[in-house]
């Protein structure tokens, strides 16, 4: 029993980075339509831009963590404005796409390794005495991750409620050309929802690295299937259903750690994989519900 | 030449003949039938370990090694296990990986069945000595032949020749069959291709396993050269590599494929060996790798059919008789084959189809709101109403593109209601689209020959047994083509690809290609949108003559003046309801009908 809300706690924990990383990759998926594999790589980037502004230039680690935060920001933006939007306005077919993005996260992937060298990383954040709550443990550095987390959620609730930007980014995922045709700058949106996704993903990789204690330059790509598992499974393209996916998979996986380590990714990607045959279109059949709020 | 050279030059020779077969497998599944083989590289890993088991003794003969069968058999057997082996794997994994829709749904699957495979072989050692790896792995008859290595490598270099060209000749047969055709169709428009009777998951099932069975037999004879192998060997990196050479090759062409190879062989996994070295051996294997995806965007930029794109199948002149007034042939013979109906329970003799109260709803909206009607026999049949009063949701729920949420549609008795449209299409029942659906890059005649029935080369066993084993029938059909092609005044497009023609010339292919299947009941959507007028008249005829010679047609469209010229009665719907039924003449008048219209 003691062991099962030990790891519900872990569970939570990488819940948090997953609610991040999978909201950030389903909100570009909604928006552009695109399944993007360099979004791992854009996570990695973070990490090491938080890294090299922490431990080479000793700037003060939150400081440092938004610096890595807006570098995924600014390298998602990049990507989308320059690399993939241009091959999408030509009309470039879906497994082409499916190829350019592998392209970019080669690409990406390769030049980090030229500077980094095949080693491991680390922010040397120092040990930390664990806190009890409710009977699990977390280390301060993993309830900010919590607490980051919650609040990221918390922001896209109300951005996504209150705001007109937040309206028209939700239209545009529902139906693009519907969503000009009312007069919404959906390249504007689009830009935006790139920017939106690659912070997020900044913040999940520099979490996943923080958490981890260590990194390289092949963490965020080997963290992808899982994060794309928790955006599949909460329907992709639909940000709500995207946290709650986080929360199943994260807690599913870290309970199926307790028979054996193995077990966590195999658990992510059984579930990713089922969902993607059985109910392709993920939990919530969401989007005619997204017109409906959009509309209401 | 130094004997290092010429052992150098044997092993480049092997790898060239090994890479050709994987992008030939490769490019069957992905260049033709558009199939992402993302788990690509663990068809070849599978070959290879199960050459290597089926060539090694028994494992406890070698010592330290464990594996499973060690049957020693003689070549090529194991390389024919091997085939049979990624045969049964493809088709395990096809059967649920190529369940979603989307291709990067599917890619993903397969993506994530790689790496649970790689994890697999490295946490049961005793299948295939896990992280260690096979070694030890005899040669084909090396030890009979009792050869110099060097000299033992050109005996290989011949057994890798060998397996090379008959991989070829069954790729290459396949590709040039009305089965390729149909899997390039596929391609193109998975939809339309379903609408013409084709089961396109069960298609891409096939071209899957034997992509599979090909892959392995290129990891077979790699593993039977160079006699180890482990899972280190197999990254998923490297099936990236594979897509590289077909893409820079060329999607689609066999050619093209084997240049591929050859180039990513050469330059990128060779030349840089001969480089002066300017950084660390990491370094340039990254920098190697990056230069791998920056070439892959400048191709998917500049040049996305690769250099040598797939090849324009020219067939205006096999046409028989093509050159002079020799349409023989007649359309009459296509509208009527397949007339005779069978009148179902409780169905009137004159309806060729009921729909009883077929009911859709999307979110909470009733797009199809309890539709009745018949579709009587030998007549156009108009089906009309404001935008969003559920026309096309109706057609497409009779053409069984959308399951409906209740309701009956009965053809010969049996109620067709929540069918896959290809098993309605092969009832005789054909639609248009109402977003042309043309095959892009397959020409006029291959468009129409995709919806040609019972042709003898449109199956795997057919297809290897060559063209002249489909030749006949294709004759027949190429004759029919051109019939409807002079017809329709498109003659002078035949060879053109279809995806360069003009909206208007699109919609004519498309409903030529829906003739070409012989339809018992043709099911038209907007047919005449995007038109032009001349053209629009050309297409009213045709279908009054088609009605003549006893066709029976839905259509939906949004003139009502050409409405009135071709339909004999009428169906009004409005917010999913029929609304009115009948003559146009009568309906003009009707005040319901009016005002649906006007508030619509």
């Known amino acids: 029993m003691n062991q099962i809300i030990l790891s519900l706690g872990f569970g939570l924990v990488t819940a948090s980075i997953l609610a991040m990383g999978a909201v950030g990759f389903t909100l570009q998926f909604g928006v552009t339509n695109l399944f993007n594999l360099a979004y791992g790589e854009t996570m990695t980037v973070a990490a090491f831009v938080t890294y090299y502004t922490h431990v080479d230039m000793g700037w003060n680690f939150w400081l440092a963590m938004t610096a890595g935060a807006v570098g995924g920001m600014l390298l998602s933006y990049v990507i989308g404005r320059f690399i993939y939007m241009p091959f999408l306005h030509r009309g470039t077919s879906q497994f082409a796409m499916v190829m350019v993005t592998v392209a970019m996260s080669i690409i990406l992937k390769n030049v980090m390794q030229i500077f980094s060298g095949a080693t491991f990383y680390s922010f040397a954040l120092g040990p930390e005495k664990p806190v009890h709550v409710l009977g699990m443990d977390f280390t301060p550095r993993q309830l900010a991750i919590m607490g980051i987390a919650v609040a990221c959620m918390l922001g896209l609730h109300l951005l996504f409620r209150y705001t007109r930007m937040g309206k028209a980014m939700r239209a545009t995922s529902d139906d693009s050309s519907l969503a000009r045709s009312v007069g919404i700058p959906t390249t504007r949106i689009v830009g935006l929802a790139w920017m939106a996704s690659g912070l997020l993903a900044g913040l999940a990789g520099i979490a996943l690295a923080m958490d981890l204690g260590t990194f390289d330059t092949n963490f965020g790509s080997s963290f992808l299937l899982i994060i794309v598992a928790a955006a599949v499974f909460g329907s992709v393209g639909e940000p709500y259903g995207a946290m709650v996916g986080a929360l199943v998979i994260g807690i599913a996986s870290e309970l199926a750690a307790i028979i054996s380590p193995d077990l966590k990714n195999v658990v992510a990607f059984g579930l990713l994989v089922i969902v993607l045959l059985v109910r392709p279109q993920g939990l919530r059949s969401g989007r005619v519900q997204m017109r409906m709020d959009v509309a209401g | ?600």
């Open chain 2, 1 to 600: 030449m130094s004997a290092a050279v010429i052992s150098y030059l044997i092993s480049l020779l092997v790898y060239l003949g090994v890479n050709s077969i994987a992008a030939w497998a490769l490019n069957l599944q992905f260049g033709v039938g558009g199939v992402m083989n993302f788990a690509f590289i663990l068809y070849q890993a599978m070959g290879a370990y199960i050459t290597a088991v089926l060539t090694l003794p028994k494992s406890t003969v070698i010592g330290d090694q464990t594996y499973i069968l060690g049957l020693s058999w003689p070549w090529p057997l194991p390389l024919l296990g091997a085939a049979v082996a990624g045969g049964l794997l493809s088709l395990a994994v096809g059967s649920f990986a190529l369940r979603p829709r989307r291709r990067d749904f599917q890619a993903t699957v397969m993506l994530v069945v790689s790496i649970i495979a790689e994890t697999l072989v490295v946490t049961q050692p005793h299948w295939f000595n896990g992280n260690q790896g096979l070694y030890g792995i005899p040669q084909p008859f090396a030890a009979r032949l009792a050869l110099d290595p060097n000299g033992y490598g050109w005996f290989f270099v011949g057994l890798t020749s060998v397996s090379a060209l008959l991989v070829l000749l069954i790729v290459f047969r396949l590709t040039n069959s009305p089965w390729g055709r149909r899997l390039r169709a596929m391609r193109e428009n998975a939809d339309a291709i379903e609408s013409l009777g084709t089961n396109s998951r069960a298609e891409s099932l096939k071209v899957y396993v034997v992509g599979g069975a090909l892959a392995a037999i290129s990891g077979g004879i790699l593993v039977e050269f160079i006699g180890a192998w482990s899972p280190a060997a197999w990254g998923t990196g490297e099936t990236f590599i594979v897509f590289v050479a077909i893409i820079v090759g060329g999607l689609g062409n066999t050619f093209g494929a084997f240049m591929g190879a050859l180039l990513v062989l050469g330059v990128f996994l060779e030349l840089p060996t001969y480089l002066p070295q300017f950084a660390s051996a990491n370094t340039e294997q990254s920098l190697q790798a990056a230069s791998i995806g920056v070439l892959i965007l400048i191709f998917l930029w500049l040049r996305p059919q690769g250099i040598f794109p797939e090849r324009r199948r020219k067939l205006a002149d096999q046409v028989p008789g093509s050159t002079g007034a020799g349409s023989q042939a007649d359309t009459i013979t296509l509208a009527t084959t397949r007339h005779n109906f069978t009148t179902g329970a409780d169905g009137d003799a004159s309806d060729a189809l009921t729909v009883r109260d077929l009911a859709k709803e999307f979110g909470g909206v009733r797009a199809v709101d309890g539709v009745s009607f018949s579709l009587p026999v030998g007549k156009i049949t108009g089906l009309i109403g404001p935008n969003g009063a559920g026309k096309s949701t109706a057609l497409k729920l009779i053409a069984g593109a959308e399951k409906p949420d209740a309701g009956q549609i009965l053809l010969d008795g049996k109620d067709m209601a929540g069918w896959p449209s290809y098993k309605v299409a092969r009832l005789g029942l054909i639609r248009t689209f109402q977003h042309t659906s043309e095959f892009g890059r397959l020409t006029v005649l291959e468009n129409l020959l995709t919806a040609g029935p019972a042709q003898p080369g449109d199956s795997i066993g057919g297809a290897l047994l060559g063209k002249r084993h489909a030749r006949k029938r294709q004759q027949e059909l190429l004759g029919q083509a051109w019939t409807l092609l002079e017809e329709f005044q498109l003659t002078s497009h035949a060879d053109l690809y279809a995806g360069q023609l003009s909206g208007g010339q699109r919609r004519l292919v498309e409903i030529m290609r829906a003739l070409m299947a012989a339809p018992r009941i043709l099911l038209l959507d907007e047919p005449l949108a995007g038109v032009n007028p001349t053209l629009r008249l050309v297409i009213e005829d045709h279908l009054k003559r088609l009605r003549d010679e006893g066709l029976t047609m839905l259509m939906v469209e949004h003139e009502l003046g050409a409405v009135e010229r071709v339909c004999d009665s009428v169906i009004v719907m409005a917010q999913g309801k029929v609304l009115a039924s009948g003559g146009m003449v009568e309906l003009r008048k009707n005040e319901e009908v009016i005002s649906a219209y006007l508030v619509g």
